[in-house]
């Protein structure tokens, strides 16, 4: 909650009032206007912000939060601040309300009944109705809730589609509504801004540039605090001319400071939280984006025309770069992956295949990202992202996933060359493989073969014969020399976070720069922990806990862990004739004074250690298990052994290859 002095709590109390008061009171139509907001002089500004509550408010109060920053300042003369609310299942939340915002208070104007907010009909009659009853000389539209990049926004869950998940505006349907609005007002926005998730996508920032001339959304995740009201609304009440460019910077810079004050202040409490280290704005001039698409016409032009006359040497290249570069709000815990990427990081990494056409689309993106602010922990957020399948690419998703993103109205040329993109990697269906496999002293070595290996990591197990089972205890990335030669010094010892060995997941990597991915519950509730590890000095900074993606919907916040949290670390177990996954509780403990990342060792028994490679059309390839000891009073031991190379194999290496696709490169 974004309570940071004493009026915010007075005001958040009013908001609750407010809306409750306001249940069962509902106004009817959606034309109704209050007799006292009116002026003689039509404003400077009118800001529409829909909020979509969803669990943001049911389970944190978040759009609550949220409103009582904007009665910091509320509307003026110059200033109009209407809120359409609902989405949310909580009590003055199950219904969709419109209000005013003033000073100190919120004006309940109607409550318009019972209707999803994921339905494109009432975000485009909530436009209307607010330049129909609050005319300015400018608009801005702020979308808040969840978002999902390509798959959409706006997840209302009061209203569920006829397949279980919860209505949700897609990007067509954002279309159809700003399109219908405007065609009955002739109005487009100085600035559309997406509090959300994931939503600072070339897609995006296309289906928006007819009806805006700034966008301001995020590549990553959003914490859950989102944008700071307060500054915003201040600065149009400062200077009621203020461009959209330069609001753009104010929601940007604000957004970073209260990322920093919370972290600070979290940290203050003794709480182990670095998500401003994480975090992503973007001002996109939407008057550019019609210059960046020629360019990136031409990129997937080039890439389309040598996919289809020479096939796999020339997806090699382009699927090498797209693994290389930064992508965004990956689902750890479930396995599920936007597969947005950094548009310039990609051109980046493929300029040594087309260095004109990515020097064309570089110069075009640096045009159109006028500002941008990221933190230290996405050293290659850009500004803009866009969709190309990688995590996903051997997943029974991706047929339904083209679909899906072949509805988007966007570039024909570029959707082509994803299609294709895609149709070469499924023709690559031979994994890595490994020979040369030796054990000298405690070190396991091998030689990776194959001619488009991605990643190989070191895998560590426990099994138990009796069960039939092998619990997960981590994968560690290796790197192979140029004959392929991957090492791995067997030690006894794992990571642990305050002593306790938990699982661990290597999942990405920049430079020296590790993230680490550690499963666990955090008061009951299934988190990843993730960590910034720099392996050259040692450092590390624990992010927080992140609850993960459900349905396409990202969790908005990253959970501070507190020293009265409990914390049960979480194993996978497969069984190693079905490949079937089981989730098992390792030791609790409480956090303490603070939470260290430590490495420990193992307790005492056998382990299991293996090579795994995978190729960059998703293969996977297994060594031969070797087997080691781990005893805290004495040297660890090691031996070659097959041991769990036995005819059930193949179902455990399925297993582990489904439990790669679920942890590796993270967010």
């Not at 039509?42 to 909020?51: G, Q």
């Not at 959300?196 to 897609?203: D, P």
């Not at 995020?218 to 400062?238: C, F, K, M, R, V």
């Not at 993230?515 to 960590?531: F, R």
């Amino acid at each position: 909650m974004k309570l940071q002095n004493l009026s915010e709590r007075f005001l958040l109390i009013a908001v609750w009032l407010v809306l409750l008061l306001s249940v069962g009171c509902g106004g009817g139509g959606g034309d109704s206007s209050p007799s006292n907001t009116t002026t003689t002089a039509i404003p400077k500004y009118t800001v529409m912000v829909y909020i979509v509550g969803s669990d943001l408010e049911s389970g944190g109060n978040a759009g609550s939060s949220d409103l009582a920053e904007m009665m910091q300042v509320g509307s003026n003369d110059n200033l109009k601040v209407v809120v359409e609310t609902g989405g949310a299942n909580k009590d003055g939340w199950r219904t969709v309300q419109r209000h005013l915002i003033n000073n100190g208070n919120i004006t309940t104007i109607s409550d318009i009944g019972n209707l999803s907010m994921g339905d494109p009909a009432t975000l485009q009659d909530f436009i209307t109705w607010a330049v129909a009853n609050y005319p300015a000389d400018k608009y801005a539209l702020v979308l808040w809730d969840h978002g999902g990049g390509t798959t959409g926004f706006g997840w209302d869950e009061n209203h569920l589609l006829s397949n279980g998940q919860k209505d949700n505006l897609t990007i067509p349907e954002l279309r159809q509504a700003l399109q219908n609005a405007y065609n009955t007002t002739s109005k487009t926005f100085d600035v559309i801004g997406y509090d959300a998730c994931l939503m600072a996508t070339v897609e995006v920032a296309h289906t928006m540039s007819p009806f805006g001339k700034y966008l301001v959304a995020s590549e990553e995740l959003e914490p859950g605090h989102g944008w700071n009201y307060t500054p915003i609304l201040q600065a149009i009440t400062n200077n009621p001319s203020i461009d959209g460019a330069a609001l753009g910077k104010v929601i940007a810079d604000g957004y970073k400071a209260q990322a920093t004050d919370w972290a600070n202040a979290a940290k203050a409490q003794g709480q182990a939280y670095n998500a401003d280290k994480e975090i992503t704005l973007s001002v996109i001039d939407l008057s550019k984006i019609p210059t960046l698409i020629t360019p990136l016409d031409a990129f997937a032009n080039s890439i389309n025309g040598n996919l289809q006359s020479i096939g796999k040497s020339a997806w090699i290249p382009v699927s090498d770069g797209r693994s290389k570069s930064e992508e965004y709000g990956s689902n750890k815990a479930k396995g599920q992956f936007t597969d947005m990427v950094d548009l310039k990081d990609l051109a980046n990494n493929t300029s040594s295949s087309y260095p004109t056409e990515t020097n064309n689309l570089i110069s075009a993106l640096n045009q159109a990202v006028v500002y941008k602010v990221n933190g230290t922990a996405k050293p290659n957020a850009n500004g803009l992202s866009i969709y190309l399948p990688y995590n996903t690419l051997s997943t029974p998703d991706i047929t339904s996933n083209i679909t899906s993103y072949n509805n988007i109205d966007f570039s024909p040329s570029y959707k082509s060359m994803v299609s294709e993109y895609v149709a070469v990697a499924q023709t690559d269906t031979t994994g890595p493989t490994f020979v040369n496999e030796t054990v000298i002293g405690s070190t396991y070595s091998a030689n990776v073969q194959g001619s488009d290996i991605a990643d190989v990591y070191a895998i560590i197990t426990q099994s138990d014969p009796a069960a039939g089972t092998v619990t997960i205890i981590g994968m560690d990335s290796v790197s192979a020399d140029s004959n392929g030669l991957v090492s791995y010094p067997w030690t006894g010892q794992w990571l642990t976070l305050n002593g306790n060995v938990v699982s661990s997941f290597t999942v990405s990597t920049e430079g020296t720069l590790e993230l680490l991915d550690i499963p666990a519950l955090l008061n009951g509730q299934t988190v990843d922990i993730l960590v910034a590890l720099d392996t050259s000095s040692g450092q590390y900074e624990i992010l927080g806990a992140w609850p993960g993606i459900t349905n396409g919907m990202a969790a908005k916040e990253m959970l501070p862990i507190g020293p009265t949290d409990s914390i049960i670390p979480l194993f996978t177990s497969i069984n190693v004739s079905t490949g079937a996954e089981t989730s098992i509780q390792g030791t609790a403990f409480t956090v303490g004074a603070s939470l260290q990342l430590g490495i420990g060792p193992l307790p005492s028994g056998n382990y299991e250690l293996a090579f795994l490679a995978v190729d960059l059309a998703q293969n996977t390839g297994f060594s031969t298990f070797v087997t080691g000891s781990a005893a805290p009073s004495l040297a660890p031991s090691f031996k070659a052994a097959n041991s769990i190379k036995t005819t059930s194999s193949t179902a455990l290496n399925a297993g582990l290859s489904n439990l790669l696709m679920e942890r590796r490169k993270v967010r």
